[in-house]
């Protein structure tokens, strides 16, 4: 196959995989064509994935219940960053870090209460993120930046080919204690507790 006839393709992780499963209206739909690719670990055509993006946009536009717009604007925001589409670096990160937080408080809660969520992918099945978690998140962005010396944006810079919501995971899981895939110095135990 020639370059001119292939087709640009998009890795889809699972989280954004399994989040988008609840938005489809029909198994035509594009937002579909991408929650089940990505939940088969399949790569999606670029131009399917830019029509879910749409589709979400629009689906903001036409929801009933405000309480599901940071939902669509976060995953939205995900989708963009998979693309390289984001604008503002910093908030992305922010988002990414607030959702991961969230999710992991969450699910400490819940083993807490005898629930087991072994398996479960955190960041596709925690409720929606509480906008605290947002705050929290520039808080904790902050801490790193005065314990690094550095801005949060000359911290990404050598990571740039990483999309920005995943910087911000990887970021909350160090600033967690959990496993840090990205070479750098994190202060340990500065996680916020907000559940």
Not at 70 to 75: G, L, V
Not at 83 to 107: I, K, N
Not at 168 to 174: F, L, N, P, S
């Amino acid at each position: 196959m020639n370059a001119a006839t292939q087709e640009e393709l998009v890795v889809v992780p699972m989280d954004l995989a399994l989040r988008l499963s609840h938005w489809h209206s029909s198994m035509h739909d594009r937002v579909y064509a991408v929650s089940s690719s990505g939940v088969a670990w399949r790569a999606v055509p670029l131009d399917i994935f830019e029509a879910a993006i749409d589709k979400m946009q629009t689906s903001r536009k036409h929801e009933s219940h405000a309480d599901h717009f940071a939902e669509i604007d976060e995953i939205v925001l995900q989708m963009k960053a998979q693309l390289g589409q984001v604008e503002d670096v910093r908030e992305c990160v922010a988002r990414a870090m607030s959702r991961t937080y969230w999710a992991m408080a969450w699910a400490d809660e819940a083993e807490e209460r005898g629930v087991s969520l072994g398996g479960c992918q955190l960041l596709s099945v925690a409720p929606q993120t509480p906008d605290k978690a947002l705050c929290v998140a520039f808080e904790q962005i902050v801490t790193l930046e005065k314990h690094t010396g550095k801005t949060l944006e000359d911290l990404y810079e050598p990571y740039n080919k990483t999309n920005p919501y995943d910087f911000g995971h990887e970021r909350a899981m160090g600033m967690s204690g959990h496993e840090n895939d990205l070479d750098i110095n994190i202060p340990f135990g500065a996680a916020p507790d907000y559940l």
